[in-house]
C-alpha cells in the first residue's frame, strides 16, 4: 500500500468514513460529545456523536456550552475530562488474592485493560500533556505496565485550535494552538463558503494507512491558507498567559511570598484543579476486602497533592495548611517538574481555571507572585 504524507483534505463524509474504519478495526474510538451540559470525552459509535454546532464560553469557575452557527466539530476547548481519564484511569485493579480452602493464600495479577483505543479531537496542549505523562509514567526506571499497554496501542488524531476559550495559555507555555510531533494524523476544521471540510496532516505510518483507507484529496491550496490563518488567528487570541520570565527561578525564589496567604484564603483544597490537569499523574493504592475477609484487592487510584493524606508521615501531614499544599502544587507544576522530568507540568489548558470552584487563576497568581518579587527588589 502507498503512503500518503502530503497534505490531504477529508470531507464530512470523510470524517464519519475515518470513525467507521477505526471502529471497523476494532478500535475504541474516543472524542468529543455533549453530555451533561458539557463537552466530555466518550466513546463514539460514530461521527455523528462528534458536538457538530457547539462551542463553550469559559471563565475562571465558570463553563457553559454555547451554540454555534457555523455546525463546526471542534471549535470549543478542553472540557472537564482529559486523555488520562482513558491512559491513566482514575481507578485501576492491580491484583487480588483469595485465601484458599488449605489456609494458603492465592495471588492474581490483573492484566491491564488496555483497549485499541483511537482518540479523535487531541488538543495541541493535551498532546503535549500525553508526552509529559509519556515521560513520568514509562520514562524511568519503573513503567506503570498498565499505561505503557495502553498508550503504545493508541492511535492519535488530534486537531488544531481556531477557537481558543478564554481561559487557554498554551503559547505561553511554549506550546501553541498547532499540533507539535507525536500524532498520527493531524486535522484543522476550515467551514467556509467552499463548505466543511478538514485539511489532515500525517504524522505516522499508521496515520498514511488510515487515511489511504478512507475518500480524501489531495490538499488545496484555498483550504490549506484558511487553515493556516485560522491558526495563526488562534494563537493571536489566547484568552490568559503566563509572565514571560523564569518561572522555575520565579517559584523558587517565591518560598516564602506574601501571596501564599491571600491565595490559601480562597483555595478550599478540594483538588478539583489536580483531577482535571491532563499532566498531574499522582496515584495511591489501597486494600479492599469482602465481608468474609477470604477475598482481598489492591487498588490504584488518583491522588491529589491537596489531600492532608497525600503527605502523611509518621504522625502527621508535612503539608497540614492549605497554603502550603497549594504552594506544593504550583511550584511543583511550574519549578521543581523541570528538576525531575525536565519539562514544566502546564501546558496551558485552562481547566484548572475553568473547574475550580472557588475561582482561582493559576495565570493571576503567578503574575502576583512576579510582582511581589518586583516589588521586593
Ligand atoms: S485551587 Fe481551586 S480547584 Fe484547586 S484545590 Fe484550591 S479551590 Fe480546589
Ligand atoms: S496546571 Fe492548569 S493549565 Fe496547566 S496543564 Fe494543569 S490544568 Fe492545564
Redesign the pocket.
Given at each position: 500500500m502507498s503512503v500518503t504524507t502530503a497534505p490531504a483534505v477529508l470531507d464530512r463524509d470523510g470524517l464519519d468514513a475515518l470513525v467507521t474504519a477505526l471502529v471497523g478495526q476494532g478500535r475504541t474510538v474516543v472524542g468529543p460529545t455533549v453530555r451533561d451540559g458539557a463537552i466530555v470525552l466518550a466513546e463514539l459509535a460514530s461521527a455523528d456523536a462528534l458536538p457538530f454546532g457547539w462551542g463553550v464560553e469559559l471563565e475562571a469557575?465558570r463553563y457553559r456550552l454555547v451554540r454555534r452557527e457555523d455546525g463546526a466539530a471542534f471549535a470549543h476547548s478542553a472540557g472537564p475530562q482529559s486523555w488520562k481519564t482513558f491512559l491513566h484511569p482514575a481507578r485501576e485493579r492491580l491484583w487480588s488474592a483469595d485465601r484458599t480452602p488449605e489456609g494458603h493464600v492465592s495471588f492474581t495479577p490483573e492484566e491491564p485493560a488496555a483497549p485499541d483505543y483511537a482518540f479523535l479531537g487531541v488538543r495541541p496542549c493535551d498532546l503535549r500533556a500525553v508526552a509529559i505523562q509519556d515521560r513520568v509514567l514509562t520514562g524511568g526506571r519503573y513503567e506503570d505496565s498498565g499505561y505503557g499497554a495502553r498508550r503504545r496501542r493508541a492511535l492519535l488524531i488530534s486537531v488544531d485550535c481556531v477557537e481558543p476559550g478564554a481561559t487557554c495559555f498554551c503559547v505561553s507555555t511554549g506550546g501553541g494552538p498547532a499540533a507539535d510531533p507525536g500524532y498520527d494524523l493531524a486535522l484543522t476544521e476550515v467551514v467556509d463558503g467552499d463548505g466543511h471540510r478538514f485539511l489532515v496532516r500525517v504524522g505516522s505510518e499508521e496515520g498514511a494507512r488510515l487515511l489511504e483507507a478512507v475518500p480524501h484529496r489531495g490538499a488545496d491550496p484555498a483550504t490549506e491558507t484558511t487553515a493556516r490563518a485560522s491558526v495563526d488567528a488562534a494563537r493571536d487570541r489566547m484568552g490568559r498567559s503566563l509572565p514571560p520570565v523564569d518561572l522555575r527561578a520565579l517559584m523558587g525564589a517565591s518560598l516564602d511570598a506574601e501571596r501564599w496567604d491571600d491565595?490559601a484564603a480562597?483555595?478550599?483544597?478540594?483538588?478539583?484543579?489536580?483531577?482535571?490537569c491532563p499532566t498531574c499523574f499522582c496515584v495511591t493504592t489501597e486494600e479492599v476486602t469482602d465481608l468474609t475477609g477470604d477475598h482481598t484487592e489492591r487498588w490504584q487510584r488518583w491522588d491529589?497533592c491537596?489531600d492532608l493524606d497525600f503527605s502523611y508521615l509518621h504522625e502527621g501531614p508535612v503539608r497540614s495548611s492549605?497554603k502550603a499544599?497549594?504552594r506544593q502544587?504550583l511550584t511543583h507544576k511550574l519549578s521543581t517538574w523541570h528538576d525531575q522530568f525536565g519539562t514544566s507540568g502546564c501546558v496551558g489548558c485552562g481547566r484548572?481555571i475553568a473547574?475550580?470552584?472557588?475561582?482561582?487563576d493559576?495565570t493571576e497568581e503567578v503574575a502576583a507572585l512576579h510582582t511581589e518579587s518586583e516589588t521586593e527588589r
Open positions: 469557575g491565595v480562597r483555595c478550599l483544597t478540594c483538588g478539583n484543579c489536580t483531577m482535571v491529589s491537596f492549605g499544599r497549594y502544587w484548572c473547574w475550580c470552584p472557588a475561582g482561582i493559576i
